[in-house]
């Protein structure tokens, strides 16, 4: 698979244009393509919990960030962040190679 690589100026690309270049790359409708992004979305949404991979992108995960202690900016008072559950996404190693390649 060969990508087209952006330029550092280039904006980054809305749904549509994503909608449309991957509607022209499949072959599919554009309807159908809006059908799959938006079914893939519904099951990483499901199963972030266990993890959702995306091959060759990243991983989607929940994880259990600790209380810690802060400070408030404005009035430099200690104060306590609770514990919480927070979505992370991994970059996977295929994704960093392709976009910053070692010199």
Do not use: W
């Amino acid at each position: 698979m060969v990508c087209k690589k952006a330029k550092a100026s280039d904006k980054p690309m809305t749904k549509t244009q994503i909608i449309a270049e991957l509607a022209e790359a499949t072959g599919l409708t554009k309807k159908d393509v809006v059908a799959v992004l938006d079914k893939m979305v519904c099951l990483a949404y499901a199963q972030a919990p266990a993890g959702f991979t995306v091959p060759g992108l990243g991983k989607l995960k929940l994880v259990q960030r600790k209380a810690r202690k802060g400070r408030n900016p404005a009035t430099g008072a200690e104060i306590t962040i609770p514990a919480k559950k927070v979505i992370k996404f991994v970059v996977a190693k295929a994704a960093k190679d392709a976009v910053c390649p070692k010199k």
